[in-house]
């Protein structure tokens, strides 16, 4: 809740550049593979693994506001 909601409100607010959290809940996640589904659309385990490494790097970002709406945008990943 931390990280994603009271966070990127309070980076919306004008003239807040940046809100550092600190302690919390270490963040993890589980993924859960199915082989069978795997071996289906002939994607190998490696290239699962891959995908999770490059979507956990530490990118810049920022909260953009839009129309009433707020978008997180990151740089890309190559």
């Known amino acids: 809740m931390q990280d994603w909601n009271i966070k990127l ?3 919306s607010v004008q ?7 600190v ?3 270490v963040k ?3 993924v859960n593979i199915d082989p069978n589904r795997l071996a289906a659309y002939n994607i190998p385990i490696m290239k699962v693994a891959e995908a999770v490494r490059a979507s956990n790097k ?4 920022r909260v953009v506001e839009f129309s009433g709406a707020e978008y997180m945008v990151r740089e890309g990943v190559t």
């Open 15 to 21: 003239g807040v550049s940046q809100v550092a959290s």
């Open 28 to 30: 993890q996640y589980q």
């Open 9 to 11: 409100a309070l980076e």
């Open 58 to 61: 530490d990118v810049e970002g």
């Open 23 to 25: 302690g919390g809940f």
